[in-house]
T-cell receptor, first 115, second 111 residues
Framework: DAGVTQSPTHLIKTRGQHVTLRCSPISGHKSVSWYQQVLGQGPQFIFQYYEKEERGRGNFPDRFSARQFPNYSSELNVNALLLGDSALYLC??????????????FGSGTQLSVL | LAKTTQPISMDSYEGQEVNITCSHNNIATNDYITWYQQFPSQGPRFIIQGYKTKVTNEVASLFIPADRKSSTLSLPRVSLSDTAVYYCLVVPTGGGNKLTFGTGTQLKVEL
């Protein structure tokens, strides 16, 4: 079975541009969450979607948005890119809405570089 | 949200047992303790999770004392491939998908 897949794997953009990152969860998983990981730090929570509804949002500006499609795949959009948005963007899927004993499965991420 | 504190780095040699201790003094009654492993340029990978006492799986053991204010991840007989960052997380009710990662412990295993 395929794990969590993310595309693209690498992306280079310039300041002010827009970017769309894509994620396909593990088959049967209905929850997708997004994380940003800056070099040398742990991942930071951005969004969670379950059954196509937003269930949580981290401390990120409105330039960040996301959505989940009927097939449970998800997109993360970032507008007006800043240099500080350069990071590894991780997608994680799980079967449920977010019980404390749930296990998250992460993809390998999209490495975004903003020049 | 309970804050976690763990060593920034640890060094070990192949074949040794490694114990990484994490403190979480403000853990709440229904919180779970979860550990993830991360290799460079990859997403974190679930290792083990527990609520109290001891949990063991094919990869590691997790020891949680009765007061639950700390936990210890034990990796038996480490190898070079265990070199990675290990994150200790306290997961509250409903927070299973909104994980709060710290900076983790960088474990380096040498020959």
């Amino acid at each position: 079975d395929a794990g969590v897949t993310q595309s693209p794997t690498h992306l280079i953009k310039t300041r002010g541009q827009h970017v769309t990152l894509r994620c396909s969860p593990i088959s049967g998983h209905k929850s997708v969450s997004w994380y940003q990981q800056v070099l040398g730090q742990g991942p930071q929570f951005i969004f969670q979607y379950y059954e196509k509804e937003e269930r949580g949002r981290g401390n990120f500006p409105d330039r960040f948005s996301a959505r989940q499609f009927p097939n449970y795949s998800s997109e993360l959009n970032v507008n007006a890119l800043l240099l500080g948005d350069s990071a590894l963007y991780l997608c994680a899927s799980s079967s449920g809405p977010g019980q404390s004993n749930e296990k998250l499965f992460f993809g390998s991420g999209t490495q975004l570089s903003v020049l | 949200l309970a804050k976690t504190t763990q060593p920034i780095s640890m060094d070990s040699y192949e074949g040794q047992e490694v114990n990484i201790t994490c403190s979480h003094n403000n853990i709440a009654t229904n919180d779970y303790i979860t550990w993830y492993q991360q290799f460079p340029s990859q997403g974190p990978r679930f290792i083990i999770q527990g609520y109290k006492t001891k949990v063991t799986n094919e990869v590691a053991s997790l020891f949680i004392p009765a007061d639950r204010k700390s936990s210890t991840l034990s990796l038996p007989r480490v190898s070079l491939s265990d070199t990675a960052v290990y994150y200790c997380l306290v997961v509250p009710t409903g927070g299973g998908n909104k994980l709060t990662f710290g900076t983790g412990t960088q474990l380096k295993v040498e020959l």
